[in-house]
T-cell receptor, first 113, second 117 residues
Framework: AQSVTQPDIHITVSEGASLELRCNYS??????LFWYVQSPGQGLQLLLK??????LVQGIKGFEAEFKRSQSSFNLRKPSVHWSDAAEYFC???????????FGSGTRLQVQP | DGGITQSPKYLFRKEGQNVTLSCEQN?????MYWYRQDPGQGLRLIYY???????QKGDIAEGYSVSREKKESFPLTVTSAQKNPTAFYLC????????????????FGAGSRLTVL
């Protein structure tokens, strides 16, 4: 079965530091991969997506992610974190036979001043 | 502005009662989805609909029901058969078609928080 794993439940970084959030997937074919962000008590906003082509994708708010087929990973990165980036981040993959996304369990990011 | 409206934002229910969560979109999207969110478990798919008058069960459909009588609306009923309904419920929609046309890119509502008393 397809699945998405986010190994880090909670990450704390200092403002201005770099960030990398991990995402691993199990999938039998070329996946469609997504990163979403959720502020407390709110819906989810799309940060970026990967369907094909260039394995380094740029998103909104200065985020980027790199698809690595050999590692089955789609890690999210940001070179310099801002206090407003504190939120929960979800990796997702399109599930075979369905049009709906399967989400990871999320990583909560805390930003220290 | 186009978007998804979920109501109510907060809802309290007594055990044994059915409740219906509303989801309306004006994005002209064909597909709509309901997800349930619990702390530490991410989002789990309840039901989804790709076209009016048709819908499919997701991973945790037991105790829930939906209807899709209009393209814009996809209400979710949490029935008394749902053993642990306290959660945050998210509705989403997307285009149909190919990935390059925007299919699979979900737009989410702000959510409805259901608490069983």
């Amino acid at each position: 079965a397809q699945s998405v794993t986010q190994p880090d439940i909670h990450i704390t970084v200092s403002e201005g530091a770099s960030l990398e959030l991990r995402c691993n997937y199990s999938y039998g074919a070329t996946p469609y991969l997504f990163w979403y962000v959720q502020s407390p008590g709110q819906g989810l906003q799309l940060l970026l997506k990967y369907f094909s082509g260039d394995t380094l994708v740029q998103g909104i708010k200065g985020f980027e992610a790199e698809f690595k087929r050999s590692q089955s990973s789609f890690n999210l990165r940001k070179p310099s974190v801002h206090w407003s980036d504190a939120a929960e981040y979800f990796c997702a993959v399109v599930r075979t036979g369905r049009r709906a996304l399967t989400f990871g369990s999320g990583t909560r990011l805390q930003v220290q001043p | 502005d186009g978007g998804i409206t979920q109501s109510p934002k907060y809802l309290f229910r007594k055990e044994g009662q059915n409740v219906t969560l509303s989801c309306e979109q004006n994005l002209n999207h064909d597909a709509m989805y309901w997800y349930r969110q619990d702390p530490g478990q991410g989002l789990r798919l309840i039901y989804y609909s790709q076209i009016v008058n048709d819908f499919q069960k997701g991973d945790i459909a037991e105790g829930y029901s939906v209807s899709r009588e209009k393209k814009e609306s996809f209400p979710l009923t949490v029935t008394s058969a749902q053993k642990n309904p306290t959660a945050f419920y998210l509705c989403a929609s997307s285009l149909q078609g190919t990935a390059s046309s925007g299919a699979n890119v979900l737009t989410f509502g702000a959510g409805s928080r259901l608490t069983v008393l």
